[in-house]
């Protein structure tokens, strides 16, 4: 199996847990990004991933690539550019009862100025799966143009498409989204999104049963597999047949739940693989479970840390 992904990479600056973000002497520098960050989860997997995408050639473009390059994941199909810069988003790490909060800084960044054109398509040539989510289509309208052809390209070359729904209110209101997004979901084969973007953007009610069939019959008609997250609760699928599943969700001591969501869709594609939808939930489960132990935004776990936990009865408290 082999995975390209689209989107945007950040930099992370976050408060020392206990730092006002206003008095901070010192940030915490981290990588992070929707589809990189899912690009990183496999590639850590074992899965060859490619990451597409537009970066200044500065020293902060070459901080982000570095970092995932690092991690295994083919960066060589970049698009470098001389203007532009990187987005950046501030995290003032909260303890209850303050929330955590972030500030983004991310206008005009170079992947908002990325064009077809600078869309190397070929990277999909042997692709099983190719990835993105709705983050990617909210930045620009150039965004929105670029992940439409990289979608249409990803079909004509036969990769199943993932999509991750992953809905920002501070990059576009639902009513601009909802129209937006049906179109990528019209066109996916495996669809994933929290229960509070199916339920808030696709205006969907009722049961856990109801909200996903509704979902598959009006946004998602020719998905294999839809999955709905439901954060403590697990989650919950439908696929082929009607076929619906539920899934518990992992006791977690959270130390950083940012990135969950996109290990969540790299175990699941990683399950989907080597094995059916009820494995590939397990195993997703898992490596979202394992991301919210480690501090930052990528997933970096292997294969065999992940099954371990997706194999574990946690019901004694102790593994030995």
Aim: with cysteine; proline share 3%.
């Amino acid at each position: 199996m082999s995975v390209v992904t689209l989107g945007e990479a950040m930099l992370r600056l976050s408060t020392p847990r206990g730092s006002r973000l206003e008095a901070a002497r010192s940030l915490d520098v981290h990588v992070g990004g929707s589809e990189s960050n899912v690009a990183v989860a496999l590639a850590r997997l074992g899965v060859p991933a490619l990451w597409l995408s537009r970066l200044p050639d500065n020293p902060l473009g070459r901080h982000v690539a570095n970092e995932i390059s690092a991690a295994g994941v083919d960066t060589s199909r970049v698009r470098w550019v001389s203007d532009g810069r990187v987005g950046l988003y501030f995290v003032e790490v909260g303890s209850a009862p303050r929330s955590t909060t972030v500030w983004y800084d991310r206008r005009d960044s170079a992947i908002t100025g990325m064009k077809p054109e600078d869309l190397d398509l070929g990277a999909l040539a042997d692709a099983q799966y190719a990835v993105l989510s709705g983050i990617s289509p909210a930045l620009s309208e150039n965004m929105r143009e670029v992940s439409r052809c990289f979608v249409e390209e990803a079909r004509l070359r036969r990769a199943r498409v993932c999509f991750d729904v992953n809905y920002r209110a501070r990059l576009w209101p639902v009513s601009t989204a909802r129209a937006a997004l049906a179109e990528f979901l019209g066109l996916a084969d495996i669809v994933i999104a929290s229960e509070r973007d199916a339920r808030l953007v696709f205006d969907l009610e009722g049961t856990d049963h109801d909200v996903i069939a509704q979902f598959q019959a009006t946004w998602a008609p020719r998905a294999e597999l839809i999955v709905i997250t439901q954060s403590e609760r697990g989650s919950i699928a439908l696929g082929t047949g009607g076929v619906f599943r539920r899934h518990p969700a992992i006791q977690t001591e959270v130390v950083d739940r940012f990135g969950a969501g996109d290990a969540f869709v790299a175990g699941l594609l990683w399950g989907l693989s080597n094995g059916d939808a009820e494995s590939a939930l397990l195993k997703a489960t898992a490596a979202a479970a394992l991301k919210c132990t480690t501090i930052g935004d990528q997933a970096q776990f292997t294969q065999a840390e992940v099954a371990q936990v997706a194999n574990t009865d946690f019901s004694e408290g102790v593994v030995r």
